[in-house]
């Protein structure tokens, strides 16, 4: 057993948190403000080479890992903790990996590069109105008409919506292809949004994490070619359990890249700030709290690497079964936002009123990191249905 | 083109903390890296490469950590080597590498951010008999000859040399890349040869190091009223 | 025999009062050096120097490293003292390189131990002082413009040597220079300076920093992220250690929250200022006097008092 990082791994991160400090963190308050991440950031990502990562090289990605996806998700996570930058990155990492793998050869010649080059934006459309988490239910639907295929329904709490109808993108989408069936009869398409008659947009105004748009698509008889079907007909569910699979070890890193950055912050003002003559630092009570949070940090941490492991145990060895990566992912995502929000809420405490402004620039984190906690790439109870099905077996599913 | 280029790997000055007692520095467990200049030094020789063709060499005074750091930034090969002399020390035993080695150019930092003494690559230059440019903010080459724009304290000099020739480069130059995942991995297969010259002699000797007191008065002002009263006796 | 040399004629005053103390301490002669006849041959004594060595030569580097090892190799000097201008800072090592000895650059004191130079400089990024002595002589230091004061004594008596030595082409040839605009000029030089940093939330703000710094005279500077990540300000605002080291009477730092490299750019200033809305802003801990609150606030009502 080793913990340690590759020589390669180390000299990435060194080079990603340089590239983040100069291009990232200076803007990283403007982001929050504005709602939206300037343009040069998604370029200056993209010309870095980490926009669509896990991407392979022939379609301008660098075929990273997901222990090397994961090391940049922390670090972007760490230079712009409303989480914004590192979701933008994110969803692209772990849906372009799955595009990749079951994408059709034209659809990803066309559609992969300029994510790479940061132009246009792919995300994740799955949740719809009358529930997120349990897809089997999922109602937008997909039809065959000739050469083309048919789109209905809507989808809601989407990620990157503006981005995407404004600079040109789309989504991996679940839609149901065969009524009759439960989960067994959706599919998955990509779904281009920008400048599609039939398509129309809403943008929800949120909490936080507001750099990144979230918001819903209207889909309204949108056709769209057939080369657009990701894998094979009505095997879309089993394709997007594989992709929140990939996404979420990434989820998981940018909540303790956040909370790490904000415990850093937190240790240095400690240190600094005298109460009653002496450094907050000395006070057992916060000391206390000091070390819980590294170890509760360090634990999710070591979750989030395992999971990220696995996947490329799994995709490179083919070793571990879908029921091990299921448990392992599911952990990682359950621990690390809740871990990140407490330790982000911890070191807010700790900075008094002045952690409560926005100029300490730490409460953006808190807000973002909610966003994981309540959804996104499935919540925290979904997490928890996926460890005890897989723990107790099927047959005790509540569903 | 083969360019040579000095580099000095140093500690991640931010992090060096004080030991209250002594008042010297605790380097231990301190990150390192390459001096910010050398960076620039190792991305001029790069971009010549790219345009002129040849090899890129890196001679650095640290780890296989910069080694690999340098490689991926575009060296073509790295040398290391342990630097614990002072600037004659530094140089004689650069001389005693290089004069083994076949070169065009040679580019050095300006100075080392943590000494900022300036010294090695006009020590070198002088060891081995070449010309030196100090202060680069641009460098073109043409036909053997290297025509380089000086930034001094009031005025710009454009100046020339034949090669071979040893050039200091500052921040100005460029903007040194920061290596990419795939040109981290691309570096992987790149030679790094560690050498262990015999240690020169030295021409300085340290006594002591100790941190600087900060005797500044820290006090917070109320109002901008104060403020402009201060401004107004400080600035007279 | 100390030697002194600085091609700026003002750094080459402040190095003679320097050298006249330590030659005074060794009961040694102090030379100046004057290259290209500066025609202050004679006010370099009035300014401390025995002697006064004048060749007729140009000022260039190649030139200046052979000029002054001709006066070596016979004088066999104890010391040398050369002004740390940037062309000066290349001499200095390479006639160390020459001689084989060790050189201290830009050292900020010098004391006698013994018969022999102790001298303390920066370090480690300016956070820290070393000091340091000489393993071989002549010991060569180079000394900071502006670091110490010039003495005039309009009595004293000196001798004017002319001295010349057979001329090598330079392997360096200047084919152009060309003066730095006003905007591109030292902010060393400047008296007061008023830097911005990231507290500034656009590019267009700086007017204001800006302002402030006409409303006092004064230069404008910025911290390494606005220099250098943002690009908001060229280089030559950039104020910090890997910038321009400062020494102004004021320093007003706007929105700059005081990283080590900063603070040890201005560690030399007379009186330093800070506007930040961070109560845990570091460069509180390095400033004189501090105002906690918004730039936005603080620097336009400021304008409007000064003026």
Not at chain 1, 226 to 233: A, E, R, V
Request: hydrophobic share 40%; with cysteine.
């Amino acid at each position: 057993m080793d913990f340690s990082f590759t020589e390669e791994q180390e000299l990435f991160r060194k080079s990603v948190r340089e590239f983040c400090e100069k291009k990232i963190a200076p803007k990283a308050n403007e982001i929050d403000e504005k709602g939206e991440i300037p343009r040069e950031v998604v370029e200056d990502m993209a010309s870095f080479g980490i926009l669509g990562i896990t991407i392979p090289q022939e379609y301008g990605g660098s075929g990273a890992d997901f222990i090397t996806a994961a090391i940049a998700t922390e670090e972007i996570a760490r230079a712009d903790i409303s989480m914004a930058t590192a979701v933008y990155y994110l969803v692209e990492a772990g849906w372009g990996f799955l595009m990749d793998r079951y994408g059709s050869k034209k659809a990803k010649e066309e559609l992969l590069p300029d994510v790479t080059k940061g132009k246009t934006f792919l995300g994740i459309a799955s949740t719809e109105a009358a529930g997120g988490s349990d897809v089997a239910a999922i109602s937008t639907t997909m039809t065959k008409e000739g050469e083309k295929l048919v789109v209905n329904g809507s989808k809601t709490f989407i990620s990157g919506v503006r981005e995407a109808t404004k600079y040109g993108g789309g989504y991996v989408t679940v839609v149901k292809t065969s009524q009759e069936l439960a989960h067994k009869g959706l599919s998955l398409c990509y779904l281009p949004v920008k400048d599609i008659p039939g398509i129309t947009t809403n943008i929800f105004k949120q909490m936080g994490r507001e750099g990144i748009s979230t918001g819903a698509i209207i889909i309204k008889n949108v056709e769209i070619p057939s080369h657009y079907l990701i894998g094979d007909w009505n095997k879309g569910f089993y394709y997007a359990m594989e992709g929140f699979n990939c996404a979420r070890p990434l989820v998981a890193a940018a909540c303790i890249g956040a909370a790490g950055k904000a415990l850093e912050a937190g240790i240095e003002y400690l240190k600094e700030r005298q109460a009653f003559g002496s450094p907050l630092a000395k006070f057992e009570g916060i000391q206390f709290q000091v070390a819980e949070a590294y170890a509760k940090l360090e634990s999710a941490r070591l979750l989030v690497y395992k999971a990220a492991w696995m996947l490329d145990q799994m995709y490179t060895k083919k070793r571990f079964r879908h029921k091990e990566i299921n448990k392992a992912v599911a952990s990682a995502k359950l621990i690390a936002p809740t871990v990140a929000f407490d330790i982000i809420k911890d070191v807010l405490i700790w900075h008094g009123a002045y952690g409560y402004t926005k100029e300490a620039g730490l409460e953006k984190g808190l807000r973002g990191v909610a966003s994981y906690i309540m959804g996104a790439e499935g919540a925290q109870n979904i997490m928890k249905l996926i460890i005890g099905r897989e723990l107790l077996g099927k047959e005790f599913a509540p569903y | 083109m083969d360019i040579i280029v000095c580099i000095k790997q140093i500690y991640d000055l931010g992090q060096i903390k004080v030991d209250t007692a002594s008042k010297s520095p605790i380097t231990e467990g301190v990150a390192r890296k390459i001096s910010d200049f050398d960076k620039n030094a190792l991305e001029e020789a790069v971009r010549i490469r790219e345009k002129h063709g040849g090899t890129v060499s890196a001679l650095i005074g640290g780890t296989k950590e910069a080694a690999k750091e340098a490689l991926a930034m575009g060296a073509d090969e790295a040398v290391i080597y342990s630097a614990d002399t002072d600037s004659l020390g530094t140089a004689t035993i650069l001389a005693e590498i290089i004069h083994k080695m076949k070169y065009d150019l040679i580019l050095c930092g300006e100075a080392s951010i943590d000494e900022f003494s300036f010294q090695i690559g006009p020590r070198l230059a002088q060891a081995i008999g070449i010309p030196v440019l100090t202060y680069a903010r641009k460098i073109e080459l043409n036909d053997g000859e290297i025509v380089v724009e000086r930034g001094l304290e009031n005025r710009y000099e454009l100046t020339k040399a034949e090669l071979p020739a040893l050039v200091t480069v500052t921040k100005e130059i460029n903007e040194p890349r920061i290596p990419t995942l795939l040109q981290i991995l691309g570096a992987s297969k790149k030679k790094i040869t560690e050498i262990s010259p015999p240690k020169p002699e030295a021409g300085i000797e340290t006594l002591s190091i100790t941190a600087i007191e900060m005797n500044r008065k820290e006090i917070i002002l109320k109002d901008t009223e104060e403020l402009a009263k201060v401004i107004l006796s400080a600035s007279k | 025999m100390i030697f002194a040399f600085s091609e700026d004629i003002e750094t080459a005053f402040e190095i003679l009062a320097k050298g006249r103390e330590i030659a005074d301490a060794l009961k040694s002669e102090l030379a100046a050096i004057s290259i290209e006849g500066h025609g202050k041959e004679e006010i370099c004594i009035t300014y401390g120097a025995d002697k006064v060595y004048s060749i007729d030569s140009g000022l260039q580097a190649d030139l200046i490293v052979d000029c002054i090892s001709s006066l070596i190799n016979p004088y066999k000097p104890e010391i040398l003292l050369i002004g740390g201008t940037r062309l000066g800072k290349e001499v200095a090592p390479r006639i160390a390189q020459k001689f084989g000895v060790g050189c201290a650059s830009d050292c900020i004191d010098f004391s006698l131990v013994r018969g022999e130079l102790i001298v303390k400089r920066f370090v480690l990024g300016g956070r820290f002082i070393a000091t340091q002595r000489f393993l071989r002589k002549p010991q060569i230091v180079t000394v900071p413009p502006r670091r110490f004061e010039k003495k005039l004594d309009k009595d004293r008596k000196g001798e004017i040597i002319k001295s010349s030595i057979e001329l090598v082409e330079p392997k360096v040839q200047i084919l152009v220079i060309k003066k730095k605009t006003p905007e591109a000029l030292r902010i060393e030089e400047a008296s007061i300076i008023v830097s911005a940093g990231r507290g500034l939330k656009k590019k267009e703000d700086l007017k204001l920093v800006e302002s402030l710094a006409k409303a006092l005279g004064g230069a404008l500077g910025c911290s390494r992220s606005v220099a250098a990540d943002l690009k908001w300000l060229p280089e030559e605002h950039w104020v910090g250690l890997s910038g321009h080291k400062v020494k102004p009477k004021l320093y007003i730092a706007i929105g700059i929250s005081g990283q080590v490299q900063h603070i040890a750019g201005i560690r030399d200033s007379k009186t330093i200022l800070a506007i930040n809305n961070d109560p845990n802003a570091p460069i509180f801990k390095a400033c004189d006097y501090g105002i906690v609150g918004d730039l936005y606030e603080v620097v336009p009502k400021l304008i409007e008092i000064l003026k």
